[in-house]
């Protein structure tokens, strides 16, 4: 069964620094997310992104986060300057399609530690 | 008012029991329902969608009250391997973000 996969599983950044998530959602997907889970709270929508644009944003992705598709098989989400806040699961999906009751797969994630 | 809201449990079964899990979304807008199940610290993953008519899916069957705003998942003939904490998930139309309840633990025991 086709997968979204992330790298890395476990990134150790110290605060202040730049660190950049990446995902390969699955090949005939042209829907695109960034999720996050704090520890011990609920799954939280980050970002949205389909034709190379944002479709949709929270409010929790502001000026430090920026997502990009850099070629035809990577989906990246690139935090600028981390605070201790972003220590959480990062989780990317993908869908074949928007809305309707097309399910969003899940990567099994990117645990982000800030020191 | 949290907008997808459940019963953080634990609910402890034996194996064999049936358990019932419910949510209520605060959204009249959110127009399509999932289920997912969640390992510790691993990826939420699909159990199902949930339709207006119900649905089933083997043990698993999912209801949709609209009217209500209520949602429910029922497993029938609990496995060991179904413990894990249950997402009840909603889409709002016109959006494509997932909004999570922050899920419901189930622990099946011998």
């Known amino acids: 069964e086709p997968e979204v996969t992330q790298t890395p599983s476990h990134q150790v950044t110290q605060m202040g620094q730049e660190v950049i998530l990446r995902c390969v959602p699955i090949?005939?997907?042209?829907?695109f997310y960034w999720y996050r889970q704090i520890l011990g709270q609920k799954v939280e929508f980050l970002v949205s992104f389909y034709n190379n644009e944002i479709s949709e944003k929270s409010e929790i992705f502001d000026d430090q986060f920026s997502v990009e598709r850099p070629d035809g098989s990577n989906f990246t989400l690139k935090i600028r300057s981390t605070k201790l806040e972003d220590s959480a699961m990062y989780f990317c999906?993908?869908?074949?399609?928007?809305?309707?009751?097309?399910?969003?797969?899940f990567g099994d994630g990117t645990r982000l530690s800030i020191l | 008012r949290k907008e997808v809201e459940q019963d953080p449990g634990p609910f402890n079964v034996p194996e064999g029991a049936t358990v019932a899990f419910n949510c209520t979304y605060s959204n009249s807008a959110s127009q399509s329902f999932f289920w997912y199940r969640q390992d510790c610290r691993k990826e939420p993953k699909l159990l199902m969608s949930v339709y207006s008519s119900g649905n089933e899916d083997g043990r698993f069957t999912a209801q949709l009250n609209r009217a209500s705003q209520y949602i429910s998942l029922l497993i029938r003939d609990s496995k060991l391997s179904d413990s894990a904490t249950y997402l009840c998930?909603?889409?709002?139309?016109?959006?494509?973000?997932?909004?999570f309840g922050t899920g419901t633990q189930l622990k099946v025991e011998l």
């Open positions: 998930v909603s889409r709002t139309g016109g959006g494509n973000k997932l909004t």
């Open positions: 999906a993908s869908s074949v399609a928007p809305g309707g009751d097309q399910p969003q797969h």
């Open positions: 090949s005939n997907h042209l829907y």
